[in-house]
């Protein structure tokens, strides 16, 4: 029997990110800068080979695939690599198929996905203000996103809206979007900026809304109860009495989440990074593509890139400055 994947703090890996692409139709102005440089088409995994990859990992132990980006749906043909998975959830192997999206293109996909055995997306929304969507996604429309969400819905996905918590641009929807998110029965998780990529003009000093503010603001209005509940990332949850819907935060900042991090990322060009806050990587695309017969390499690879994880990232802007900054863009690890 394969040995499970231990790393040296002896934390199970059983939760793997898999960045599809570097791609995305949006350019959000905490994610990307305006004018980006994408890789080349021979650099990224080919769908065969994402598909060879996640099933080492699958057998190796990792109970959960979410696949990011980029935006995952602008991938060509993704939905050949979401078939492909399902017959891991048939076999009981993996438990779980999930993406994280901008919703931009649930409205073509979101059927497809839910036939692939996808049940839950977690939606990237920061706004519900069309003109400050337009402003903050740079390229993005939110009556398509709304689309998206409804199809979502119809189709019988689960919808998580994550919502990054920017000062001065979303503060006073604070209640606007808890309001929404219940009158449609989605749970909200509210993210912390983290400081990775240069994205030009953009201050994220300016931008840092510390979650510890916002939950105070939330008890101004909610009974606020705290939940042992985990769902395999590092968001922690409260319930609102008055409402009974679940809030979700996720705080690299405030709160260093890593005791219990059971998760590794790997880009769409195969490196597998250990930490979303640090820079060590393994390269896998050498191993994968020199043995295209023979997966003994690859897992090996693979384990030794376990043993380097490290036991927590350093994100810090108590110093007023943004220390603990990685130079990858989010669209590049996946998030």
């Known amino acids: 029997m394969t040995a499970p994947l231990i790393d040296p703090f002896q934390r199970a890996i059983s939760y793997l990110r898999v960045s599809v692409t570097d791609r995305c139709d949006f350019r959000c102005v905490y994610c990307m800068s305006e004018n980006m440089t994408f890789l080349p088409k021979k650099e990224l995994l080919t769908l065969e080979e994402l598909d060879r990859m996640c099933s080492t990992f699958v057998r190796m132990g990792v109970e959960k695939l979410r696949i990011t980006g980029g935006e995952p749906l602008v991938r060509k043909g993704i939905m050949t690599f979401f078939n492909a998975m399902t017959r891991h959830l048939d076999s009981g192997d993996l438990k779980e198929l999930t993406l994280t999206t901008n919703g931009s293109q649930l409205e073509r996909f979101a059927d497809d996905l839910y036939a692939a055995g996808v049940r839950r997306v977690n939606i990237s929304l920061d706004t ?15 009556p398509q996103v709304i689309r998206g969400i409804d199809a979502a819905q119809r189709a019988g996905l689960r919808v998580k809206i994550n919502t990054v918590a920017l000062k001065g641009f979303n503060e006073n929807e604070l209640f606007a979007l808890v309001d929404w998110c219940k009158s449609r029965d989605m749970d909200l998780t509210f993210i912390e900026v983290m400081p990775m990529g240069d994205i030009g003009n953009e201050d994220r000093l300016d931008q840092y809304w510390k979650l510890s ?15 042992s509940e ?18 979700g935060f996720i ?20 490196e597998l990074y ?18 295209p017969g023979d997966d003994a390499p690859l897992e090996a690879a ?13 994100f810090d802007y108590s110093r007023q400055t943004v220390d603990g900054r990685v130079s990858r863009h989010m669209s590049h690890t996946g998030g």
């Open 213 to 227: 503010d916002l939950r105070k603001d939330l008890a101004q209005r909610y009974t606020l109860t705290e939940l």
């Open 274 to 291: 250990l930490c979303l806050g640090q820079e060590d990587m393994a390269d896998l695309r050498a191993p994968l593509r020199n043995n």
């Open 128 to 142: 519900l203000d069309e003109k400050k969507f337009a402003d903050i996604t740079r390229w993005g429309r939110l």
């Open 230 to 247: 985990r769902t395999g990332g590092p968001a922690r949850y409260v319930r609102l009495e008055e409402t009974g819907q679940k809030i």
């Open 251 to 270: 705080t690299p900042l405030t709160h260093n989440f890593c005791e219990s991090c059971n998760r590794v990322r790997l880009t769409c060009t195969g």
């Open 302 to 314: 693979i384990r030794q890139a376990i043993t380097l994880k490290p036991e927590g990232h350093d």
